[in-house]
């Protein structure tokens, strides 16, 4: 039996060897709750969507690659992920990107196209936390800081190498070229590879790309305007270029996109060194992808400034954010401006923040601010107004200068101030009535016209008492206009009162 088990023995050995001598590599693949990670990472390992990956603070999923020949497995990847950027959970990527892994790494940053006005907010926010970790990991170990420009020079000779194939069976593959050494490379313009301290290759990921077409057909949400997104497009690319990034579109409905961001994935993961003459590697030779708005890809090192200028006729409007409003968004100081996510924001709305949902009229309970707030708010404006008394609202306009009214009976009023046109004109005719049983019957005549005296009053501690009636009359020339009433109204007030006082004297 002895024999037997020393056969199974350099059976097991030989099987636990040849495992361990398989490369590994490793993706860490960043995004917030609810971008869709779980379907990324399924169609990635080619393994049922695992729900429970929520649960984890870090989860991690592998898969065999097998060589496309021959079917061999070449190596093994596996794939990190965490549920969100809160800080409980950033902290636990420190145990993947390590001096030891870092040089099998690559990030994928995935964003969610039913969030696009979160774009630059959430790709900052990852970009900065990666760079604020190499920065620390530099401050630990000089070997560290060698390992950091040798990634960063195979880095940039892949981008400087890059060459667009001419068809799917081009076998002068960049990766192909790089390795052979066949090409002396370019250099890079300006803004390609400005901003990618860890030299770490990345993939920007924008996932659920079907949405694009759901919220056109709708016409619910602003930002999905041809123009919008377009200008998002170039607003990704602009940025992807300072980390010499990838850009691909991908939806669950699109298989292929999928397809083609995993087939990349594997490229950019088993890049051969230049010294290797017969790589075993992915070759690439896909091309970019600009004009479907929904499977857009952009491999790294094809595009440039110039391809970005062009897809909106020249024009840039992108300027500003990827250039000083993108350090200033990494920089994370509130008060710099201009910031990268308020310039996009204010053309890419939130439509839960700027407009209102009709889908949730019935279940959204509107509170009405208080009267006291209210006022308090317009304070300030209201008391600067001169036209603010809301009494100025009920005075008449100025009487035309030609009309001429006389002073009322009644305390200081007179008729500009009050009047009454239906009791005046009740007055005039009963007036008229009394005056023909009056001793007066001359129609010539003009009513004496009672003054009063500012010492007189209507109170009831003291009784009225008319003047003298040997007031002149008036005019001739007032007869026909307003005033002209006054004077009978008088007239039969100062008779009343007269016959009561003749009365009185009579019974005693």
Request: charged share 20%; aromatic share 8%.
């Amino acid at each position: 039996m002895q024999p037997s088990e020393n056969i199974w023995s350099s059976i097991l050995d030989s099987v636990s060897n040849s495992q361990s001598r398989l490369p590994s590599k490793n993706v860490l693949l960043l995004g917030q709750t609810g971008s869709g990670k779980s379907s990324v990472i399924s169609h990635l390992t080619n393994k049922p969507i695992n729900s429970s990956h929520k649960d984890y603070g870090l989860s991690v999923e592998y898969s065999d690659v097998h060589d496309i020949a021959d079917d061999e497995v070449m190596a093994r990847m596996s794939i990190y992920s965490i549920p969100n950027s809160n800080k409980i959970y950033t902290d636990l990527i420190k145990l993947i990107i390590t001096p030891e892994t870092i040089s099998d790494l690559l990030v994928v940053i995935q964003l969610d196209w039913e969030r696009p006005w979160s774009f630059i907010d959430d790709l900052s926010r990852w970009i900065s936390w990666i760079d604020l970790h190499i920065s620390h990991l530099r401050g630990l170990d000089d070997k560290f800081n060698s390992l950091l420009q040798d990634l960063q020079l195979k880095l940039r000779r892949y981008l400087e190498n890059y060459t667009e194939p001419s068809s799917t069976s081009d076998n002068k593959s960049s990766v192909t070229k790089l390795a052979m050494g066949l090409e002396d490379p370019l250099p890079l313009d300006k803004s390609t590879l400005t901003h990618n301290y860890s030299s770490i290759p990345l993939v920007i990921l924008c996932h659920k790309s079907d949405t694009i077409d759901k919220a056109q057909n709708i016409k619910k949400d602003g930002w999905a305007t041809d123009d919008n997104v377009e200008w998002i497009q170039q607003v990704l690319r602009g940025i992807a270029l300072k980390y010499g990034a990838a850009i691909a579109y991908t939806s669950i409905n699109k298989p292929e996109t999928i397809n083609l961001a995993r087939e990349y994935i594997y490229h950019r993961l088993f890049q051969p060194d230049a010294q290797s003459h017969a790589p075993r590697s992915f070759p690439f030779n896909r091309r970019a992808v600009i004009v479907e708005h929904d499977a857009v890809f952009i491999p790294s090192g094809w595009d440039s400034w110039g391809k970005i200028t062009a897809l909106r006729e020249g024009i840039s409007p992108t300027e500003d954010i990827v250039n000083e409003g993108w350090d200033n968004q990494l920089n994370g100081d509130q008060d710099a401006q201009p910031k990268s996510s308020k310039i996009f924001q204010d053309v890419i709305h939130d439509p839960t923040r700027y407009h209102y949902n009709l889908s949730t009229q019935q279940d959204t309970e509107l509170v009405a601010e208080s009267e006291t707030n209210f006022l308090a708010k317009h304070f300030e404006s209201l008391s600067k107004d001169p036209q603010r008394d809301p009494r100025n609202t009920f005075k008449q306009a100025s009487k035309p200068e030609s009309v001429s009214y006389g002073s009322g009976i009644v305390g200081p009023m007179d008729s500009d101030s009050l009047n009454l046109p239906s009791v005046e004109r009740v007055m005039r005719n009963e007036t008229s009535g009394i005056s023909e049983n009056t001793e007066s019957n001359d129609a010539t005549s003009t009513p004496f016209k009672p003054k009063l005296s500012h010492t007189h009053s209507m109170s009831h501690s003291q009784p009225f008492t008319p003047t003298s009636t040997n007031n002149p009359p008036s005019s001739q020339s007032n007869q026909g206009t307003p005033s002209a009433i006054a004077p009978s109204q008088h007239e039969v007030l100062q008779n009343f009162f007269q016959s009561l006082l003749s009365a009185k004297k009579t019974d005693s």
